[in-house]
T-cell receptor, first 116, second 115 residues
């Protein structure tokens, strides 16, 4: 059973370009969470999605960042007009649909974005 | 708001000695607590969780954690540390509402096991 798959693992962009990060959850999981980890810092929540719905975007920056989880295909985190401060590791996590049980999150290996 | 604190930056321990990584929490209501480990350039791996029940929770790789309500702590422990346990350890608490497994993480503790 494949784990959470993220690609690309490493991405280099110049300031002003767009970055697209993809995440395929574990098989049978319908919930996706995106986190950002800045150097020497912990993980910060960005957004929580289910298929075709954004459930919680309380951690998303107001501008330049967007996320989607279409009916078919992976979840995508999109960063427009990247700046150097966007350089970070972006982690995707998934969880199964267990209703109200506090289940653990299963993390991917991360996508490391470097903005030149 | 739900939060956790990991008061130490780095924990150094000799191989074979007991390992403890500290975590305290601040929540309204019942806490759902987690420990994760991160190896260099890797994702987070789940170690264990406390939701309800026994205060001593056993997890992966010989780790365990003790939930202490009076001290609002959830310290991670291992009786005998291995060099391969050197990694970054994160404590986390569920901060989402019902049906939302959003976690809030502590800043992490770097554990260095000295051969």
């Amino acid at each position: 059973n494949a784990g959470v798959m993220q690609n690309p693992r490493h991405l280099v962009r110049r300031r002003g370009q767009e970055a697209r990060l993809r995440c395929s959850p574990m098989k049978g999981h319908s919930h996706v969470y995106w986190y950002r980890q800045l150097p020497e810092e912990g993980l910060k929540f960005m957004v929580y999605l289910q298929k075709e719905n954004i459930i919680d975007e309380s951690g998303m920056p107001k501008e330049r960042f967007s996320a989607e989880f279409p009916k078919e295909g992976p979840s995508i985190l999109r960063i427009q007009q990247v700046v150097r401060g966007d350089s970070a590791a972006y982690f995707c996590a998934s969880s199964p649909d267990r209703g109200r049980e506090a289940g653990e999150l299963f993390f991917g290996e991360g996508s490391r974005l470097t903005v030149l | 708001a739900q939060s956790v604190a990991q008061p130490e930056d780095q924990v150094n321990v000799a191989e074979g000695n007991p390992l403890t990584v500290k975590c305290t929490y601040s929540v309204s209501g019942n806490p759902y607590l987690f420990w994760y480990v991160q190896y260099p350039n890797r994702g987070l791996q789940f170690l264990l969780k406390y939701i309800t029940g026994d205060n001593l929770v056993k997890g992966s790789y010989g780790f365990e954690a003790e939930f202490n309500k009076s001290q609002t702590s959830f310290h991670l422990k291992k009786p005998s540390a291995l060099v391969s346990d050197s990694a970054l350890y994160f404590c986390a608490v569920r901060e989402g509402g019902s049906g939302n497994n959003r976690l809030a993480f502590g800043k992490g503790n770097q554990v260095v096991v000295i051969p």
